[in-house]
């Protein structure tokens, strides 16, 4: 039942942090006059290049970051801000503003720029779900790959079905629909963030967390 729990958990929020509805537009720009199939072979690599950056982050992510010497503490706290920021936009209706510039997502509608980049990374699989994905505990039962694989199958599944899918979606996703679930998914997020910062920061000041003073 706890597992269920945290991979339902870890789920929703890979996937209000890659957030492919949004995004729905910006695909139909960069495929507008392709033939159905290129359309949909298309949807198929981006919903790969999220599969494979998510669950990449989280097999590989706390490797590279001893690679580079960096703590996991850190990350968290680092992952949470970025997270918080992105939440704080969503709740004010500009996440447009934050998750992506003018310039990528110019190229991201550009025909000629039908590729991972930057729709695949970094508009889907950002730094926001990017750090989320690595910061986890140790991968130490099956348990633990059962929590990093899973999510990150998922929400490529589910990205690749929504760009499959794209054009039906966006007559569902009206405006005002993605404008009430962004400002709630918004929120959820900013309590995920604070959740992430705080364990962060147990984890880099163990006094914190009620442990003894070197």
């Known amino acids: 039942m706890l ?3 945290l991979l339902l958990k870890k789920t929703i929020a890979l996937l209000a942090l890659v957030g492919p509805f949004s995004l729905i537009p910006l695909f139909l720009q960069a495929t507008d006059g392709l033939a159905p199939s290129m359309q949909r072979q298309y949807a198929r690599l981006l919903g790969v290049t999220v599969m494979v950056a998510l ?11 001893d690679l580079l010497g960096l703590t996991l503490g850190g990350m968290r706290v680092g992952g949470g801000i970025i997270v918080l920021i992105l939440a704080i936009a969503m709740v004010l209706g500009q996440e447009k503003v934050v998750k992506r510039t003018e310039a990528e997502a110019s190229a991201a509608a550009d025909r000629q720029g039908r590729g991972i980049v930057p729709l695949g990374i970094p508009l889907l699989a950002g730094p926001a779900a990017l750090s989320y994905a690595m910061t986890h505990q140790p991968l130490a039962h099956a348990a633990d790959f059962v929590l990093v694989i899973v999510p990150g199958l998922t929400v490529g599944l ?15 996703m009206t405006p005002s629909m993605l404008n009430v679930i962004e400002r709630l998914v918004g929120f959820l997020l900013a309590g995920l963030a604070i959740d992430m910062m705080a364990t962060g920061l147990k984890a880099l000041f163990p006094v914190l967390a009620g442990g003894a003073v070197g």
Do not use: P, Y
């Open 3 to 5: 597992l269920t729990a």
């Open 55 to 65: 669950v990449g982050a989280g097999l590989f992510g706390v490797e590279i970051l």
């Open 158 to 172: 589910i990205t690749w079905a929504t760009f499959h899918f794209a054009t039906n979606m966006q007559r569902l």
